[in-house]
């Protein structure tokens, strides 16, 4: 079992930025990959960013250029750095860690509004 936990969400206005964590617990050798999806009111779950034990990165267009995602792998922890935030961005973030299984973390709120 892995257990993710996330923080950092909260209010920011248009152009702000924010850092989302991600701390793994528990069974976490063997972590393929770690990424953030999010999910927006009336919205399916979609992809961010993934980053894979070698650091390669993979990003969503529209968030490409405006966000980073990083991981310390001493500390199993994984970032996203959201620069030049918009309304549109406005989402529940969600962790994700890959170990044969894809676990999730319980998710952190993002609001971009004025």
């Known amino acids: 079992q892995v257990q993710l936990v996330e923080s950092g969400g909260g209010l920011v206005q248009p152009g702000g930025s924010l850092t989302l964590s991600c701390a793994a617990s528990?069974?976490?050798?063997?972590?393929?990959?770690m990424g953030w999806y999010r999910q927006a009111p009336g919205n399916e779950r979609e992809l961010v960013a993934i980053i894979t034990t070698g650091g390669n990165t993979n990003y969503a267009d529209s968030v490409k250029g405006r966000f980073t995602i990083s991981r310390d792998n001493a500390k199993n922890t994984v970032f996203l750095q959201m620069n030049s935030l918009k309304p549109e961005d406005t989402a529940v973030y969600f962790c994700?860690?890959?170990?044969?299984?894809?676990?999730w973390g319980q998710g952190t709120q993002v609001t971009v509004s004025s």
């Open positions: 994700n860690a890959i170990r044969i299984y894809i676990y």
């Open positions: 528990g069974s976490i050798s063997g972590i393929t990959s």
